[in-house]
Structure formats: C-alpha cells, structure tokens
C-alpha cells in the first residue's frame, strides 16, 4: 500500500466512508433534510415573490384614483389585476374636467385597446396608449428601459410579451417597433403593450378600416378609457374620488389602494399561514430528524462501542457522528434550495395563476441569502438532532454499551 | 500441539515478568432495573496482576464477571471501587481524552461478537487504530499489518469487505488490529467462541505467541483448552476472583 493509500483510511475520512458504504441510510437522511430544506426555502422564497410582484404592482399604477366609465370599474380590475385584456371608453372633457380639481395634482389620460390577434400573442393583448407629455405612472417605468421617445408606431411591452427590443409586432396591418421590454411586475401589467395615444389613434382607425370597428363607436379621437389622477399632498384619495364621482355624471373613481386592498388583505392571511406551515413544518422536520439520528445511532451502537475500545475519546466520537450528520444535512440542504429553485423557476406561471396573486422573483440576493438561511437552519436541526443523539451514546460506558450489544 | 505450547512457555520464561497493569480490588455495581433501588455486585474486591511476556487467563460461567472485570482493566468501564495502574498510573483519575489515548497505545482489546468497521476493508480495519491520532500511517505500521495479516493467514483476505469472511477469520482480524499499536497489553473477551476447534486452536496459537512476544495478555474464555495455553489461571465465581493453581 502506498502513502496515497494510507491516506484514505485517516480517522477525518472515515465519516464520509460509512455514509458512502451504506446509501439507504444515507440517502434517507438527505431526502428528510432536503425536504426540511426544500420547505425552508421554497416556501420564504414563494411568500418574498408574492410580496416583491405586490409591492411592485403598487409602484407601477402609480395613480392615486382611476377615473373609469361608471360600468367599467369592474373591468379596470379584471385588466390590472387578472390580466384579462378589456376596452371601455368615455369622453374626452373628463379629462378636463378632473383637472379642474383644486386637488389634483397631476391627471393624464390613457386608452385601453384589445388586439384581435397578434403574430406575437397566442391571445389577445391589452394595449395601453398613455399621453407622453402628461403622463405620470408609465413613462417612469418605461424610462428604466429605455431613455428613447416613443415615436408613431413605437411600442413597449410587458415582460411576459414574446417580443424583444429590436422586433416587430403587427396590430391591426401595422407593423409596430418594439422599442424596449419593460422589467418584470409579477403582475397582470406584464401582459400589456404600451404606446403614446398616437400610436393607439392610428390602430384604431385601422380597426375601423378592417372592419373591427367595435372598439370605438364614437370617433377615437374624442374618447379616453380612464383618468390617473395624483393628489396633492395632504389631500386624501377617498374624498378626491368621491367628488370627482358626483361631479362628473357617468363616471366611477377607483382608489388603486383600495383595489389592492383585496390582494393585501389575502397576502396579509396567505403569509400568517405560510409562516404557521412553515413553523409546524421545521418542528415535524426536526422531531423526524431527531427520531431517524436517534435510531440510526442506536443501531450502530456496537460499531462506536468498538470505535471508543480502539481509543477514541468521546470528543472524537461526537464529532464523528456529528460530521456525517452535517454531510448529509450540505447534501439534503442543497439538494433541497436546488430542486425548490428549479420548481419555483419552471412552474412560475402556474404558481402565479394558482397564487392569484402579482408573484415575482425577489432577486439573487435575496435567493442566494433564503437558501443560505434554509441551509444553516436545516443544518442546524440535524446536527442539533445528532448531538443530542450521539451525546447518550458517548456519554455511556464504552463497557456497558459493549455488554447491551452482546 | 501441547509440546509445543510447553516450549513456547518455557522460552517466555526468560523474559522479565514485570508487572505492566494491575487491578485492585475492584468492584463494579450495577442497579437491578432501570430504576431499581436494590443493586448488585457483578465483580467484588477483585485485584489482578499482568505480566509482560504472560498470557493470564479468566475462566468462568456466563454471568459470573468475566467480561466486566476484563472491561475494568481495559479502561472501558469505571469501577465502582478500586482501581486500575497501568504502568503505575491509575487509569480512572485521567481525563476521557488522556485515558483514550493511552488506551489507544498501550492496550489492545478483542471485544465479545464481530467488532470490524464494514465500511472498511480488512487492511483499513486493522491500520484503523494507528489512525486515530495521526494524519499519516506510516509505512512501516502498514508493513506490519501486512505481516500480522500474513502470520494469521489472510493475506489473500487484505482488501476484502468484512462482510466476507468467517467468524474465525473476523476474530483472527479483530487480534491483528488490537495488536497494530503494538499495546503493551492485549484483552481478549471470549475471543474463540463460535468457532470451531481448528479456528480456536489457530486464535489460542496467535495469543499464546503474542505473550511470549513480551506483551500481557489477558483471556477471558468459556474454552477448557485454553489453561494449556495459560501462564496462570484464575477463576471467577459470583463476581469473586480467585486464583487456580497449577
């Protein structure tokens, strides 16, 4: 045997030689923390996209009330929070006439629009056309993707849109530029196109001319969808909303912070019971953990009687099975942020339509810190369960544990 | 085969019998039941000597405290009362860290049952002591594993798995690593039961040239043959040790 050789049986290795030689009882232990850790990190991860895609959402309706057709408060939900594309109009004067509240700081029009089908949609898209020189709550968004002034025929899109910055889209016979691709909400927004009013007038018209003319049954240039309205400081959203409504006949006034007040509310209850699964799950984790470390070491208890006999001290003993049991919880912990990782990844659309919910990704940072934390806590419990585990055994007479196995 | 056991002897007779490890009166209490307010004595007052180059052998019936006496001397066990010198220090008043590493030194010990590691081979479990306190083994610890091996018959056995061999051939594994660290003193706990009369005349061989290789061997065992091979003999009965003259 050679110096190579030698080096194989030294006392270090010999943790990760008896988890190689025996892989049911191995792979047990990682499959139990991998679920531990799975759970950990899967389940913050899932709460943390359904709070960043909410908070996000909130940022980017930018508005303090939504002025929409008295009938179409409903569907401005259904646009923004479902992601249902949708069209409603009203006259233009309310536009003027909103801006004629003392309380108002800034208001701008925007023009809701469905395409009929689109070579880069497998559904119709809501379009959404915003006038660039009053507009408060798109063109800051749309700034962080491009600094570019949208021309006659420019669009941006939504993330999930299949359409990069560079590409085309046809609307209506139009072929439209797509400008920029804005970042990701988590939302039903990531779903639109955008464009300057322009833009919408012109694809309007082209719809009338193709013959798809129920978007307007009023001349385009005369109709808006809704009003956002920012109030000044001080001024309280609710009331604002509630005289815009009785001064302005055949009108609604949504308050985006009641619309989502419905999905603060469910995030609210949906987080209190993700943390209580969470907690039962670490419990059950760790008492299952304990019970399996338990267990496996009483079974092998003839093997560290004989370990003690030949001269290791109870230090070396604990530290022996509190080394294969860390081995196993790295393996399971990984194994667990991993296949967590990969499923939150693969099936987002899914768990955002099954959520109901805005549901966005919170970032590297916050990832690669959620699986650190689910790591330590995973590998914490286990070692935890396979001191208290080992400390009985090391603990006891090496000669009276030697007599129990005989 | 005798002739030649009384020839052995007689060469170990020059050696010094010196005094290596001495049991006095140990005694070793135990609690009947798990709560139990009555207790017993498995070994009362028992005091032994071994000798360098002596094979001393304990014979007795099951039960009567062989194997808790063997376990005393050994270190493995702490006695009730009494204590145990080994090279005149008492091995109970020293830290769990410093008795196990004179354990690991300076005594070799056979337990009862089949003791191998099965995630090693039959090579890595005999070098396997000799790894506890080192990074390294060296080269000629290894040479010498592969010579007790040899001497032992399982040469051809080096890098098999436990899990393949005999009962005899475990045992006669179990002797070579307790012997690795060269120990100043080898225990042997019933170290041929199971085994059939060739295999135990092969593992009382192995014992008896290892005393007369100048270490102190202990035997404790249920196998009538086994007093040929001995030095001296005792007895023990109830707990009670008592010496057997020759």
Redesign the interface.
Known sequence: ?N?KK??????NR?PL??L???PGRTWSLIALTAILSFLLFGGSTFLKSLETGFSTLEDRLGADVIVVPEDAEDKLQKVVLEGVPNYFYMDKKVLDEVEKFPEVEKASAQYFLCSAKAGCCSMPVQIIGYDPDTDFSVTPWIRESTKKELGLFDIVVGANINADAGGQIKFYGNTCQVIAKLSATGSQLDNAVYATNDTILALTRSSVEKGINYLAQNSPEDEISAVQIQVRDGQDPESVARKVVSAIKGTAAVQTSTMLSGLSDSLSGGRKTIHLILLMVWVLSAVILFIAETLLVRTRT??F????????????LSGMILAEALLCGLAGSLIGCLTAAVILKSFRTAIEAAAGMPYLSPGLKYTVLAALLSAVITLLSGGAAAFLAAFHTSRA????L??K?? | MLDSVNSIKKSQKDIVENIVLSAENLTRSYQRGEHGQRTFDAVKDASLDLRTGMLTEIVGHSGSGK??LL??A?G???PSSGKVLLDGKDMYSLS??EL??????KIG?V???Q?A????TV??NV???S???R???P?ET?DRA?NLLCHVGLTDLMDSMPSELSGGELRRMAIV?ALINKPKVLMADEPTGDLDKENTRIVLEILRKTASGGTAVLLVTHEADAAHYADEVYEMEEGRLTRKEE
């Open positions: 045997m110096r030698n080096r194989f049986i030294s006392w010999l030689r008896s190689t030689a025996f003839a093997e009687a004989y370990i003690r006999t030949i001269g290791a001290s109870r230090r070396m007479d090496t000669g009276t030697l007599r196995e005989n | 194997t808790t376990n005393m050994a493995l066990l702490t769990d860290n196990s590493r004179l354990r690991n030194e010990v337990p009862q049952g003791t590691l099965s995630s090693l090579l890595e070098l396997f002591p790894t506890l306190y990074r390294l083994v080269d290894v592969k690593r």
